[in-house]
């Protein structure tokens, strides 16, 4: 989805607006106009994500999701599948393991990925039927999990009880 119609729009809007007003407040809107972009741009595509995960949550038939590409959000839809098991578009951890600090607070992050991980994240976030969003939060909290079992070192010495014969 396109958003340069919607920020141009917004941006002739606040300059018509100032076109009453005195020359600096002319060349203040158009300065602010400019520099606004990226804050309109980020703020139409939140708004786009909490429609997406009120439609999601209001609809049974499966997911629908905003991804981001280059500077424009994208919607996404993917249905539930036919047969198997029940769908769950972004299935967390079970109730006994949620994380008894998360306060449902989120926070946004700029992750950096070389281009070929960023494609295998997509492909396998894409096989589980989530977003990459979804599939690197569920790939974070895995990461943090603690382990159950103290990880075995292939080095360093072991020690053998017992008996031998020869």
């Known amino acids: ?3 340069t119609d919607y920020v141009d729009a917004l941006r002739r809007s606040l300059t018509a607006t100032a076109a009453a007003g005195t020359e600096q407040a ?4 158009r300065l602010l106009a400019e520099a606004l972009e990226p804050a309109v741009r980020l703020t139409v595509t939140e708004a786009l994500s909490a429609m997406a995960a009120e439609v999601t949550a209001a609809w049974d ?5 905003i991804r981001v590409r280059g ?12 047969s198997g098991p029940e769908f769950d578009p972004a299935p ?15 926070a946004r992050i700029s992750l950096r990925l070389p281009e070929a991980l960023k494609s295998r994240a997509e492909t396998a976030a894409a096989a589980a039927g989530l977003s990459l969003n979804a599939w ?5 909290a895995d990461g943090l999990r603690e382990p159950t079992d103290p990880p075995r070192s292939a080095r360093g010495p072991r020690r053998y009880s017992g008996f031998a014969r020869s």
């Not at 500077?71 to 036919?82: F, G």
């Not at 967390?92 to 989120?106: F, H, I, K, L, R």
């Open 1 to 3: 989805m396109d958003l």
């Open 26 to 29: 002319q060349e203040t809107a």
């Open 61 to 65: 038939g499966g997911l629908v999701d």
């Open 71 to 82: 500077r424009d959000p994208e919607v996404v839809v993917v249905h539930a599948p036919e």
């Open 92 to 106: 967390g951890p079970p109730v006994e393991e949620a994380d008894p600090e998360d306060d449902g607070a989120v």
């Open 136 to 140: 690197l939060v569920r790939a974070v």
